[in-house]
């Protein structure tokens, strides 16, 4: 559902917590507690829950690239769809390309969006990585050029230096004074309002 179509519903928008970091980051640990600490109902939907439902038969690179593309952009519409119907929602993704994000400002309401920058040194990202072993070696560190391209958010962690709880603990104290204008806002002002076309 697009800002628009937003605008011409009178159900209230749920909040979206878009946690933003490399592969092994640490975000789904913060989403976990946050779960826990907020006060209000949320839901955790991470893009890799996506990945996870699609059937594991083998396909061709090119069509592998297209059924990747369609996933990312059902998963962030089905984020817009879950808070244009009220609910409150923790998302985790990695906008490790640019179309990625330029979707998500054209579909979710600018100021229903709590943008969090989950940062991790990359030592750390790479320790991660080898111990978790469900992760090609070096994603994270590929990875990290253009996930944080953007430079603007709402909230920033540093899990290499702060524990999960301690993240989230952030993450809440923000929610309690909301800066207006939200970083999606800046975002948008930045490109103009201008809707870009997901390649």
């Given amino acids: 559902m697009s800002r628009s179509s937003r605008a011409q519903d009178r159900t209230p928008g749920g909040l979206i917590i878009f946690l933003n970091g490399t592969s092994s980051s640490g975000k789904s640990s913060i989403a976990r507690e946050l779960l826990r600490i907020l006060d209000e109902p949320y839901f955790h939907i991470p893009v890799d829950a996506f ?68 940062h991790c040194d990359r030592d750390e990202l790479e320790r991660r990585e080898r111990e978790r072993g469900d992760r090609p070696a070096g994603l994270a560190a590929r990875q990290l050029e253009q996930v944080h391209a953007h430079g603007l958010y709402d909230v920033e962690c540093d899990t290499s230096r702060s524990d999960p709880l301690r993240c989230a603990a952030r993450v809440r104290e923000f929610l309690a004074d909301r800066l ?5 806002q800046r975002l948008i002002d930045q490109r103009g309002g201008v809707r870009s076309p997901a390649e």
């Fill in 51 to 118: 990945h996870a439902m699609r059937t594991r038969q083998e396909m061709p690179p090119d069509q592998l690239t297209d059924v990747l593309h369609r996933t990312w952009r059902g998963y962030h519409r089905a984020i817009a769809g879950m808070a244009a119907a009220g609910n409150n929602v923790v998302m985790d993704h990695v906008l490790s390309a640019e179309w990625r994000l330029r979707d998500c400002l054209d579909l979710f309401a600018p100021q229903d969006v709590v943008f969090v920058g989950v």
């Fill in 180 to 184: 207006i204008p939200t970083a999606f």
